[in-house]
């Protein structure tokens, strides 16, 4: 019987990089940049408190960037890329933005991202964020599928569930207690090692909705 060939969809932060936004915080020591889609489910309140927290300190992109320059990769996460992209197609899907992500790319060797966009001003200061549509994640499996491709789709946080839920395999990576307990209908991997057999078991007996 014929198979259909299979794409891997992986978030970004918490999958392959740290969370950007952490990092920032440490950096200024603004504690609120702390918050996640770990913590906060909607993405979009959690986003505004962002901008309104850089206002009210004067942050620029410029700023924000080189903070972004000096994160690194997650222990294993290039390792487990490659290995990847040698057994399928590997599609990142992020709710970052391509002003933020470049230099994690490269770190990367540039797999293919799908992630949103900046409205900077004069100023190098960001005035707003744009979506490339709203639960894009889940429409981009959506999409692959219309195409005829089966989706393994890993994420961490609340903005990756309905992506999860889309796939032909969602697997939670080391999510937090919270998402663990809420969405204890997906697989969870703590571990690359852990995440390459999973993939590998759907690959060599394939999994049907």
């Given at each position: 019987?014929?198979?259909?060939?299979?794409?891997?969809?992986?978030?970004?932060?918490?999958?392959?990089?740290?969370?950007?936004?952490?990092?920032?915080?440490?950096?200024?020591?603004?504690?609120?940049?702390?918050?996640?889609?770990?913590?906060?489910?909607?993405?979009?309140?959690?986003?505004?408190?962002?901008?309104?927290?850089?206002?009210?300190?004067?942050?620029?992109?410029?700023?924000?960037?080189?903070?972004?320059?000096?994160?690194?990769?997650?222990?294993?996460?290039?390792?487990?890329?490659?290995?990847?992209?040698?057994?399928?197609?590997?599609?990142?899907?992020?709710?970052?933005?391509?002003?933020?992500?470049?230099?994690?790319?490269?770190?990367?060797?540039?797999?293919?991202?799908?992630?949103?966009?900046l409205q900077i001003?004069?100023?190098?200061?960001?005035?707003?964020?744009?979506?490339?549509?709203?639960d894009g994640k889940?429409?981009?499996?959506?999409?692959?599928?219309?195409?005829?491709?089966?989706?393994?789709?890993?994420?961490?946080?609340?903005?990756?569930?309905?992506?999860?839920?889309?796939?032909?395999?969602?697997?939670?990576?080391?999510?937090?207690?919270?998402?663990?307990?809420?969405?204890?209908?997906?697989?969870?991997?703590?571990?690359?090692?852990?995440?390459?057999?999973?993939?590998?078991?759907?690959?060599?007996?394939?999994?049907?909705?």
């Amino acid at each position: 019987m014929h198979r259909k060939p299979v794409i891997l969809a992986l978030d970004l932060e918490g999958v392959l990089v740290p969370e950007i936004w952490i990092a920032v915080s440490e950096h200024t020591n603004i504690a609120e940049l702390r918050l996640t889609t770990r913590d906060v489910a909607d993405y979009g309140v959690l986003m505004k408190r962002r901008l309104a927290v850089l206002r009210a300190h004067h942050l620029t992109l410029k700023d924000i960037q080189g903070v972004i320059k000096e994160v690194e990769p997650l222990s294993g996460a290039a390792a487990f890329l490659q290995r990847a992209r040698s057994m399928l197609q590997v599609i990142v899907l992020s709710d970052t933005f391509y002003e933020f992500a470049k230099p994690l790319m490269k770190k990367l060797k540039y797999p293919t991202l799908f992630c949103n966009s900046l409205q900077i001003d004069e100023g190098g200061r960001i005035g707003d964020y744009h979506l490339r549509q709203k639960d894009g994640k889940r429409k981009a499996v959506l999409a692959f599928q219309r195409l005829d491709f089966e989706v393994i789709s890993v994420g961490d946080s609340y903005n990756d569930t309905t992506m999860l839920a889309a796939s032909e395999m969602g697997i939670l990576f080391r999510p937090p207690d919270t998402v663990k307990r809420e969405f204890s209908q997906f697989s969870v991997c703590t571990d690359y090692a852990q995440l390459t057999a999973h993939i590998e078991e759907y690959l060599q007996k394939g999994r049907k909705k």
